[in-house]
């Protein structure tokens, strides 16, 4: 994954955009970290979802110069065979200020297509006018409370790499229930750089230990993992340790040249 990952823009010198260029999308396949959790190439998956990308800074040119400005929200599924490294999705999105497009719909169609081919699944592309949508919502478990992690007292040591041994449950008695911790940070595994977000886990099943799930959360602080390899470690690590009937793991990182991707898995 290293050595792959080494072949894109992540980490690197970056230009100003001069054009679009679909080349520039940066395929990353989702199989080698997926097995590294016990989920072999080709297998059933043991959960549904998608990566939500926000593109906050989505402009490009109608046919006479004029520029636009959209909020763009791009949905891959979680099925797919590849995810895409967010600095060529940055630069790509880049491409298109220059870019004379003849509507809304044919700049819509032109980035299904090429996100489509790129990630070798069917995508969903919107674009929302920018003056409607000041900040996105966070990702929502339906409608129950929820509690936030951060206010309990507990002595932490674990800063990675992740612990799915500190998990645990205190009864067997099912509870459905929503918690968040806005305290989660991992690190870039090409730069270094942090990486924050906040968390959602919605289960339901045996009452999780909420000081224990802390600790858990906190061990990915001196992680190196992309977004996406840390929401479905959390997902399978609950699922193998507190064994929920029913399990949503959300997460909302901070966004970075006006992208954020906030992986859902359930």
């Known amino acids: 994954m290293q ?16 054009g679009y260029d679909a080349s520039l999308l940066f395929a990353v396949p989702r199989a080698p970290a997926r097995e590294m959790l016990g989920l072999p190439p080709g297998g059933a998956l043991p959960f549904a979802g998608e990566d939500v990308w926000t593109a906050y800074e989505l402009s490009w040119l109608e046919s006479r110069g004029k520029p ?20 060529s999705l940055k630069l790509y999105f880049n491409g298109f200020n220059a870019e004379r497009m003849e509507g809304t719909d044919a700049l819509r169609t032109r980035v299904l297509a090429d996100l ?4 070798g699944a069917v995508v969903r592309f919107d674009l929302t006018p920018a003056h409607t949508m000041v900040n996105a919502a966070p990702p929502h478990a339906g409608t129950w409370p929820v509690d936030s992690l951060d206010g309990i007292a507990v002595a932490i040591d674990d800063f990675g790499p992740p612990r799915p041994e ?18 989660f940070k991992s690190n870039c595994p090409v730069t270094g750089q942090p990486d924050f977000a906040s968390v959602w886990i919605h289960y339901r099943g045996p009452r999780v230990d909420r000081s224990s799930l802390l600790r858990y959360l906190v061990s990915y602080r001196e992680h190196a993992a992309l977004h996406e390899q ?12 507190c064994r929920p009937e029913a399990l949503a793991v959300s997460a909302r990182f901070t966004r970075r040249g006006g992208l954020d991707i906030n992986p859902q898995r359930a």
């Not at 050595?3 to 001069?18: E, I, M, R």
């Not at 636009?68 to 600095?87: D, Y």
């Not at 489509?116 to 990630?119: E, G, I």
């Open 3 to 18: 050595d792959l990952l080494a072949q894109s823009a992540l980490g690197k010198p970056g230009a100003q955009s001069t």
């Open 68 to 87: 636009r400005v959209a909020i763009g929200e791009l949905r891959v599924p979680a099925n797919s065979l590849f995810l895409i490294e967010s600095k």
């Open 116 to 119: 489509s081919t790129a990630t």
């Open 166 to 183: 500190l998990l645990a449950t205190l009864d067997a008695q099912a509870v459905e229930e929503t918690l968040s911790t806005d305290v």
């Open 230 to 241: 840390c929401v479905e470690r959390i997902f399978v690590d609950l699922l193998a340790h």
